[in-house]
């Protein structure tokens, strides 16, 4: 199983980016798909989750200015990212359970004026 991130870059604060997590296996087969976040010198921390059931998780930090999604024709998670602050800066890691745990690659998020 394959996580391939894409998206991220550098964006003002108030601006905004979308992330992008496409799955070499169906989506709805994971039981739960995220994004995590690690800051330089910080843990890596959960920013949001769908599970199977289509019930969102988001982390009190980014609650309202964050929206994860699924697209199943794309296969694809997505994460869109509003109201840009630069404590959102940070590398952003796709993951999807499937009985074990499953990476993407990192992609970066600046957020800078």
């Known amino acids: 199983v394959q996580l391939q991130a894409s998206g991220g870059g550098l964006a003002q604060p108030g601006g905004s980016l979308s992330l992008s997590c496409a799955a070499s296996?169906?989506?709805?087969?994971?039981?739960?798909m995220g994004w995590y976040r690690q800051a330089p010198e910080n843990q890596r921390q959960l920013v949001a989750r769908?599970?199977?059931?289509?019930?969102?998780y988001y982390a009190d930090s980014v609650k309202g200015r964050f929206t994860i999604s699924r697209d199943g024709a794309k296969n694809t998670v997505n994460l869109q990212m509003n109201s840009l602050k630069p404590e959102d800066t940070a590398v952003y890691y796709c993951h999807g359970f499937r009985g074990v745990d499953y990476w993407g690659q990192g992609t970066l998020v600046t957020v800078s004026s």
């Open positions: 769908v599970s199977a059931s289509g019930s969102t």
């Open positions: 296996r169906r989506i709805f087969s994971f039981k739960v």
